[in-house]
């Protein structure tokens, strides 16, 4: 069964998906990351931009079979589990993947704009229909109390 995770209230996605996938990985696994066309460049440019002791193994679908076997992440314009050993999803598209079972676990970023809003709560009731069980994280409030 796969267990689904929203992160909702988050001010910056890209800034949280970083910080959430360092997490992720120091846990041991591997992760997709699935994000639009448009999008995936600057993602990519924002994990290269880290500080050299936090930086992130990654690559996209274009690399070589080899090079993506040895990254801790795998950055796609789809969520299609085609590489062994991803267990975990990371969505920071505006779709819900077409095979959530694929994954051990899926994590969706949830930013305060109202569109992403709307679109974050259809993900989550078509989650629910799916029957995959959901659990919700008010990043916002966390992040408020840190800055307290």
Same mark, same amino acid.
């Given at each position: 069964?796969?267990? #689904? ?5 988050? %001010?910056?996605?890209?800034?949280? /998906? ?12 591997? #992760?997709? #990351? ?5 999008? @995936? ?9 880290? +500080?050299?002791?936090?930086?992130? %193994?990654?690559?996209? &679908? ?16 789809? /969520?299609?589990?085609?590489? %062994?050993?991803?267990? #975990? ?11 959530? =079972?694929?994954? =051990?676990?899926?994590?969706? +970023? ?5 569109? &992403?809003? @709307? ?11 799916? @029957? ?10 966390? @992040?408020?109390?840190? /800055?307290?």
């Amino acid at each position: 069964m796969t267990d #689904v995770v929203f992160h909702y209230g988050v %001010a910056d996605k890209f800034d949280y /998906a970083i910080r959430l996938l360092r997490k992720v990985v120091r846990g041991g696994f591997r #992760v997709r #990351v699935a994000l639009t066309p448009g999008e @995936q460049a600057a993602f990519s440019a924002r994990l290269w931009a880290m +500080v050299p002791t936090g930086f992130l %193994a990654h690559c996209d &679908d274009q690399a070589p079979a080899s090079l993506k076997r040895r990254s801790s992440v795998l950055l796609g314009t789809s /969520a299609m589990n085609d590489e %062994a050993g991803l267990a #975990v999803l990371l969505n920071l598209t505006d779709d819900m993947p077409e095979d959530p =079972q694929r994954y =051990q676990k899926i994590l969706e +970023v949830i930013t305060t704009d109202p569109t &992403d809003r @709307q679109l974050g709560r259809s993900r989550k009731r078509a989650y629910d229909s799916a @029957q995959c069980p959901v659990v919700m994280h008010d990043a916002g409030a966390v @992040q408020a109390a840190g /800055a307290a």
